[in-house]
């Protein structure tokens, strides 16, 4: 079975300051890919970058960095130059053989200026 | 190119009564999963389908079903509603559903059962 760890319920950053958010994981499966939302009030999910298990770089996508530590089972997003319009809800998710998506209970963020 | 679109956005039902979801995927995926997110479940899987045919099922009374077309839209059904399926419906699109690839997502029907 998989499993995602989200231990911050809640972060608070201030703007252009950056902010990392934590995600650990568990599975059995030898290829398994790691993702980040970003969910504001609207409730879309929001796709923010992308970590395959046999990647060797860790993912960027702009202002967003993924931490990617394997033998530590942790995937942990990073995000610099905070906005106040990243205020959202974050939610890790991992995929593997079964090829749906788990997700954690998530991290609020909130920016303030 | 067009997003995931997820009609309608919001409905409010009766207990008892059943309601259609429907999710239309990025152009050129073929892969579709819904998922249930509420305050006290957070996010749950409920089925992918690809190709027409359903891959994937999560752990959901058979009072939720869904089925894909030809042109990879999808529906979701629930019949009998009951109070605590009252949630935000989301539906993912990807290209071919497997581990390696990115599932972008609609803006999720929310859905009100009184």
Redesign the interface.
């Known amino acids: 079975a998989q499993k995602i760890t989200q231990t911050q319920p809640g972060m608070f950053v201030q703007e252009k300051e950056a902010v990392t958010l934590d995600c650990t994981y568990d599975t059995s499966d030898p290829s398994y890919g790691l993702f980040w939302y970003k969910q504001p009030s609207s409730g879309e999910m929001i796709f923010l970058i992308y970590q395959g298990s046999y990647d060797q770089q860790n993912a960027t996508e702009g202002r967003y960095s993924l931490n990617f530590q394997k033998a530590r089972k942790s995937a942990n997003l990073v995000i610099s130059a905070s906005q106040l319009g990243d205020s959202a809800m974050y939610f890790c998710a991992i995929s593997g053989n079964t090829d749906k998506l788990i997700f954690g209970t998530g991290t609020r963020l909130q920016v303030f200026p | 190119k067009a997003g995931v679109t997820q009609t309608p956005r919001y409905l409010i039902k009766t207990r008892g009564q059943q309601v259609t979801l429907s999710c239309s995927p990025i152009s050129g995926h073929r892969?579709v999963?819904w998922?249930q997110q509420t305050p006290g479940q957070?996010?749950q899987?409920l089925f992918?389908y690809f190709s027409e045919t359903q891959?994937?099922k999560?752990n959901f009374p058979g009072r939720f079903s869904g089925r894909q077309f030809s042109n990879s839209r999808s529906e979701m059904n629930v019949s009998t509603l009951e109070l605590g399926d009252s949630a935000?419906y989301?539906c993912?699109s990807s290209d071919d559903?497997?581990?390696?690839?990115?599932?972008?997502?609609?803006?999720?029907t929310?859905l009100t059962v009184v």
Request: without cysteine; neutral net charge.
């Open positions: 892969s999963s998922y957070g996010l899987f992918e891959r994937n999560g935000l989301l993912a559903g497997t581990v390696n690839t990115e599932a972008f997502f609609g803006q999720g929310r």
